[in-house]
């Protein structure tokens, strides 16, 4: 028996966002491009951050740019604030298209400044285990983000939940790149998605070689991949797709049913961990299912458990 979902994922209107970061979410000032953060620091700073508590706003001064903490002197006295208050703030700079993000906590309260903790921009809880086949990633051309702005192609995401045998499924979550498609059809689970409709430009990025690397994490909203060398260009857009298997002889309690995943997702950032270089990746659309969130639980309880890959 099988089941289908099919999801249209227009990001017409977001693609320059997801392509230059015009708004880029970090959990650490340090992180923000150094000519940018200078104007906020030190005696001579020209800049103020700006604090964001639901529909008010508030200057500030920053005063000391901790690892994953900020202190920051409030200049509105009529901004009221409390322990474990979470705000967004915001470096903004006129001179420079990108400004940085930071979700934060307030830990305390001194008068007029406040000490917080940043936390991490990918607020879905991460799962860590290791796959037995690497993931692959294709990059993406230039070509298509002018082809996305102007809606000349459709990203569909198809999910299939399909039964293998009683009390075992398979779940996938596809997305492709068409042209040439009638999205005119209410009942999109009728929609004939065959490879003839593929763009020209994804299939031909398809019969290339792709890249590879492990994966480090994953959650519903995004992915981390750890590779060899380094590889990062902030403005690429990439198909990740990598699949989970289905193991029999394991205890009930840490079987999962297999996973496939083809999906399109942005670069945010990098970093190094230990001797390899994560690529930290945004899917496109978030995978709202829930049940994943029980599926990648019993992955990572399971590698724990037997301390090699799956």
């Known amino acids: 028996m099988l089941n289908k979902e099919i999801e249209i994922i227009d990001i017409s209107e977001k693609i320059h966002e997801i392509i230059y970061k015009v708004t880029i979410q970090i959990n650490d000032p340090r992180k923000i491009d150094p000519r940018i953060l200078k104007d906020f620091t030190g005696k001579d700073r020209t800049k103020k951050v700006t604090l964001i508590k639901g529909n008010q706003t508030c200057k500030g001064d920053l005063l000391t740019p901790y690892p994953h903490s900020m202190g920051i002197k409030l200049l509105d006295e009529d901004f009221k604030l409390q322990c474990n208050d979470t705000i967004l703030v915001q470096f903004k700079h006129p001179t420079y298209d990108q400004h940085f993000v930071i979700q934060a906590v307030v830990k305390k309260i001194y008068s007029s400044w406040i000490t917080m903790e940043c936390q991490d921009p990918r607020y879905d809880r991460r799962y860590n285990f290791k796959l037995e086949e690497e993931v692959e990633f294709f990059e993406l051309p230039q070509t298509f983000y002018d082809l996305i702005k102007r809606r000349e192609i459709h990203i569909i995401r198809e999910i ?76 690429n857009l990439l198909l990740v797709r990598f699949n989970t298997p289905l193991v029999e002889n394991i205890s009930p309690a840490l079987r999962c049913n297999p996973l496939s995943f083809n999906l399109l997702g942005s670069i945010r950032d990098s970093s190094t961990i230990g001797r390899k270089h994560g690529l930290h990746i945004q899917f496109l659309k978030r995978l709202e299912d829930e049940y994943l969130d029980d599926m990648f639980s019993i992955l990572e309880k399971r590698y724990k458990l037997i301390g090699k890959p799956l």
Do not use: V
């Not at 409709?197 to 792709?210: A, G, V, W």
């Open 160 to 235: 299939l939940h399909q039964t293998i045998s009683e009390g075992k499924h398979a779940h996938q979550y596809i997305e492709n790149i068409y042209s040439n498609i009638n999205l005119a059809n209410e009942n999109l689970k009728h929609l004939r998605l065959e490879q003839q409709h593929f763009h020209p430009d994804y299939k031909r990025l398809l019969t290339t070689s792709p890249l590879k690397g492990a994966l480090r994490d994953i959650s519903r909203g995004g992915i981390c991949i750890l590779l060899d060398d380094k590889w990062y260009d902030k403005r």
